[in-house]
């Protein structure tokens, strides 16, 4: 196995792989023959049990060496892989450095571990390559990238030669891209010692547009500038602004979840990161994908300062943003930054000769958002057509429509307030009852 790895230009870097190392260096040590047989079987286990440990979170199956290796290749992001994602393949000589790679890749998914199985008395590469899993929960797996991943294995898998190969994988690069970005929808930053680091959420809400009952103006508001920012057209960073439990946040999800396969992928980011803003653009302007840099319940007191790294990213700053970017916010506050009467006030304020500005400067940031859509708490008949749409979707409800509207009421007044999340919560306990 070794021998092939070295074989290997244009995807080396796979070498470094945990997994793939540790198998190399296993077979080294076979093929020369100076080995202990028991620290060779506990190797070959503990690499064998972090396969496993990657095909439970990405719910894998049936080979899992095949899917592990088609991972790689899928997560691989190198010169070759990165342009036949922005432009597909073109002729060059690039190309035949690839054809060379993609033969090792193929006879790495032939690999014979016959050998070291006989030789060792164990059968967990038979096992692996011929798997079974358990049923999974999809929220306990990424299914987006296990679907993906498994595709391309089973391509490669059928591939005749490195030809096919080739095509096989370029033609995923094309379809799905590359790394990260390709196989995931949603991102958060993570600060880490090494820098900023832009890690996937591998478990996103599934929701859609449609699960959200009302607020037609503002769903298709929302639709209309996100397919216009998909389409390259001219966009506006958007702000969702209003009551808690409107909808905003849901609405934010489904758009992704409708644009994902036209290329749509969010990073959410908190205000303590705003510092991070220009590092985070600059690593994702000229990848092939449209990103939403995604702000939840945005607000700032009258003390932070956070919101002047926001207002040099939206048309502040020197450097334009990135036409595949785009801002969107949601928000409880109107004009996102807490104001105080002094704020109104050059007068009553010692500290400011023009304290007016001070709050010019507050109110300017909300104005950086080129579109802001307001989300009303719902009326007493909203509400309860809320509750009616989201009952209709569930038939182990049997409760008759007099009967749900009077238990909706009794549940808006016990907990307070009514809202399109009060409405959900309380179905949500119907159908708790219905199945105990």
Same mark, same amino acid.
């Given at each position: 196995?070794?021998?092939?790895?070295?074989?290997?230009?244009?995807?080396?870097?796979?070498?470094?792989?945990?997994?793939?190392?540790?198998?190399?260096?296993?077979?080294?040590?076979?093929?020369?023959?100076?080995?202990?047989?028991?620290?060779?079987?506990?190797?070959?286990?503990?690499?064998?049990?972090?396969?496993?440990?990657?095909?439970?979170?990405?719910?894998?199956?049936?080979?899992?060496?095949?899917?592990?290796?088609?991972?790689?290749?899928?997560?691989?992001?190198?010169?070759?892989?990165?342009?036949?994602?922005?432009?597909?393949?073109?002729?060059?000589?690039?190309?035949?450095?690839?054809?060379?790679?993609?033969?090792?890749?193929?006879?790495?998914?032939?690999?014979?571990?016959?050998?070291?199985?006989?030789?060792?008395?164990?059968?967990?590469?038979?096992?692996?390559?011929?798997?079974?899993?358990?049923?999974?929960?999809?929220?306990?797996?990424?299914?987006?990238?296990?679907?993906?991943?498994?595709?391309?294995?089973?391509?490669?898998?059928?591939?005749?030669?490195?030809?096919?190969?080739?095509?096989?994988?370029?033609?995923? $690069?094309?379809?799905? @891209?590359? &790394?990260?970005?390709?196989?995931? +929808? *949603?991102?958060?930053?993570?600060?880490?010692?090494? %820098? !900023?680091?832009?890690?996937?959420?591998?478990?996103?809400?599934?929701?859609?547009?449609?699960?959200?009952?009302?607020?037609?103006?503002?769903?298709?508001?929302?639709?209309?500038?996100?397919?216009?920012?998909?389409?390259?057209?001219?966009?506006?960073?958007?702000?969702? $602004?209003?009551?808690? @439990?409107? &909808?905003?946040?849901?609405?934010? +999800? *489904?758009?992704?979840?409708?644009?994902?396969?036209? %290329? !749509?992928?969010?990073?959410?980011?908190?205000?303590?990161?705003?510092?991070?803003?220009?590092?985070?653009?600059?690593?994702?302007?000229?990848?092939?994908?449209?990103?939403?840099?995604?702000?939840?319940?945005?607000?700032?007191?009258?003390?932070?300062?956070?919101?002047? $790294?926001?207002?040099?990213?939206?048309?502040?700053?020197?450097?334009?943003?990135?036409?595949?970017?785009?801002?969107?916010?949601?928000?409880?506050?109107?004009?996102?930054?807490?104001?105080?009467?002094?704020?109104?006030?050059?007068?009553?304020?010692?500290?400011?000769?023009?304290?007016?500005?001070?709050?010019?400067?507050?109110?300017?940031?909300?104005?950086?958002?080129?579109?802001?859509?307001?989300?009303?708490?719902?009326?007493?008949?909203?509400?309860?057509?809320?509750?009616?749409?989201?009952?209709?979707?569930?038939?182990?409800?049997?409760?008759?429509?007099?009967?749900?509207?009077?238990?909706?009421?009794?549940?808006?007044?016990?907990?307070?307030?009514?809202?399109?999340?009060?409405?959900?919560?309380?179905?949500?306990?119907?159908?708790?009852?219905?199945?105990?």
């Amino acid at each position: 196995m070794n021998h092939y790895l070295d074989q290997l230009i244009v995807y080396r870097n796979i070498n470094s792989a945990e997994i793939l190392k540790g198998l190399a260096s296993v077979f080294k040590r076979f093929n020369q023959g100076s080995y202990d047989p028991a620290e060779l079987v506990s190797e070959v286990n503990v690499l064998i049990h972090r396969l496993l440990d990657i095909a439970t979170q990405y719910g894998f199956n049936q080979n899992l060496w095949h899917n592990y290796l088609a991972y790689l290749v899928a997560m691989t992001e190198n010169p070759f892989s990165l342009t036949c994602e922005r432009v597909q393949a073109r002729e060059g000589s690039v190309n035949r450095l690839a054809m060379n790679d993609f033969k090792v890749i193929k006879d790495l998914f032939d690999y014979d571990f016959g050998p070291i199985e006989a030789a060792l008395n164990i059968n967990c590469f038979s096992t692996i390559c011929n798997y079974q899993a358990l049923d999974k929960d999809q929220k306990k797996y990424n299914k987006h990238v296990s679907d993906k991943v498994r595709m391309l294995s089973a391509s490669i898998e059928n591939a005749f030669d490195e030809k096919q190969v080739f095509d096989a994988i370029t033609d995923f $690069y094309r379809l799905h @891209g590359v &790394g990260q970005f390709g196989l995931n +929808k *949603a991102f958060r930053l993570i600060d880490c010692k090494d %820098g !900023l680091q832009i890690e996937p959420i591998t478990n996103t809400v599934n929701v859609n547009l449609d699960d959200l009952v009302g607020y037609e103006d503002q769903k298709r508001i929302l639709v209309d500038n996100t397919q216009a920012f998909i389409k390259g057209l001219s966009a506006n960073n958007l702000l969702l $602004y209003g009551d808690s @439990g409107t &909808g905003k946040s849901t609405c934010i +999800k *489904a758009i992704l979840n409708q644009y994902y396969d036209s %290329g !749509l992928r969010l990073i959410e980011i908190y205000k303590h990161q705003f510092k991070h803003l220009s590092t985070l653009i600059s690593r994702i302007k000229n990848r092939n994908y449209r990103f939403i840099i995604y702000m939840d319940d945005l607000s700032f007191e009258d003390f932070e300062t956070e919101y002047k $790294y926001l207002k040099a990213v939206i048309e502040g700053g020197v450097e334009i943003t990135p036409e595949n970017i785009l801002i969107y916010a949601t928000s409880n506050r109107r004009h996102l930054i807490k104001e105080t009467w002094s704020d109104r006030s050059d007068a009553n304020n010692e500290n400011e000769i023009h304290h007016s500005d001070t709050a010019e400067e507050k109110m300017s940031l909300v104005n950086r958002f080129g579109i802001t859509v307001q989300f009303f708490k719902p009326s007493r008949d909203e509400y309860l057509e809320i509750v009616k749409g989201i009952a209709r979707r569930h038939p182990e409800i049997t409760l008759n429509e007099e009967e749900l509207v009077a238990e909706a009421m009794k549940w808006g007044n016990w907990h307070g307030n009514i809202s399109g999340r009060r409405a959900q919560q309380f179905i949500n306990y119907l159908l708790g009852q219905s199945r105990g």
